[in-house]
């Protein structure tokens, strides 16, 4: 079984940072794809952004920074100048192989509160 945690979630004020992390345990032969999602009140999750193994992040947003440690199996979410409509449950997300002979299988943190205030 593979774990996904997240922390560094919070509130914080408008222009402010935050740094978001998540950790992946377990069960780990290879990470492919590692992300960040979000969902805010009454609406559907949405693409923050994705990092890939080899290091290419899609997309390209100037206030969020994505970047990931495949030492630590973590993958970091920089986010500036945050903005109110900012404010949702922000979900990891990663593609892990967990073992030789096994198909790579998605799996989502369980969320970390960000409130952004005006």
């Known amino acids: 079984q593979v774990q996904l945690v997240e922390s560094g979630g919070g509130l914080v004020q408008s222009g402010g940072s935050l740094r978001l992390s998540c950790a992946a345990s377990g069960s780990i032969l290879a990470i492919n794809t590692m992300g960040w999602y979000r969902q805010a009140p009454g609406k559907q999750r949405e693409l923050v952004a994705t990092i890939a193994h080899g290091g290419t992040t899609f997309p390209v947003n100037g206030r969020f920074t994505i970047s990931r440690d495949d030492v630590k199996n973590t993958v970091y979410l920089q986010m500036n100048s945050l903005k109110p409509e900012d404010t949702a449950v922000y979900y990891c997300?990663?593609?892990?192989?967990?073992?030789?002979?096994?198909?790579?299988?998605?799996?989502w943190g369980q969320g970390t509160q960000v409130t952004v205030s005006s």
């Open positions: 997300n990663a593609n892990v192989r967990p073992a030789a002979g096994y198909p790579y299988i998605n799996y």
